[in-house]
Nanobody, 124 residues
């Protein structure tokens, strides 16, 4: 069983930055595709970013492209999301997710394991 624990969320002003971390335990982290999703109040969970098991490939939602960067450190069993130039519309609970498949899916239903989420609030 894989456990995922997110951290790094908080309150930040528009234009600011935050770095989210997701620490994994159990399973074989280095073989998993990892992704970040987010869910704002009253909205469905949406894809944010994904990274391949070795970190060679990444993909982003259009809404965060050029502002967010996903990365991973397989030695530390951790995936990161660096968020720059934050906007009010980035306010949401952010979740990391792990998929045992090596195919990079952006659909939330494909993911096997989820963290509990971390709140990111962007203020004006």
């Amino acid at each position: 069983q894989v456990q995922l624990v997110e951290s790094g969320g908080g309150l930040v002003q528009a234009g600011g930055s935050l770095r989210l971390s997701c620490a994994a335990s159990g399973g074989t982290f280095s073989s998993y595709t990892m992704a970040w999703f987010r869910q704002a109040p009253g909205k469905e969970r949406e894809f944010v970013a994904i990274i391949s098991w070795i970190g060679a490939s990444t993909r982003y939602a259009d809404s965060v492209k050029g502002r967010f960067t996903i990365s991973r450190d397989n030695a530390k069993n951790t995936v990161y999301l660096q968020m720059n130039s934050l906007k009010l519309e980035d306010t949401a609970v952010y979740y990391c997710a792990a998929d045992v498949s090596t195919i990079m899916y952006s659909g939330a239903h494909k993911y096997d394991y989820w963290g509990q989420g971390t709140q990111v609030t962007v203020s004006s």
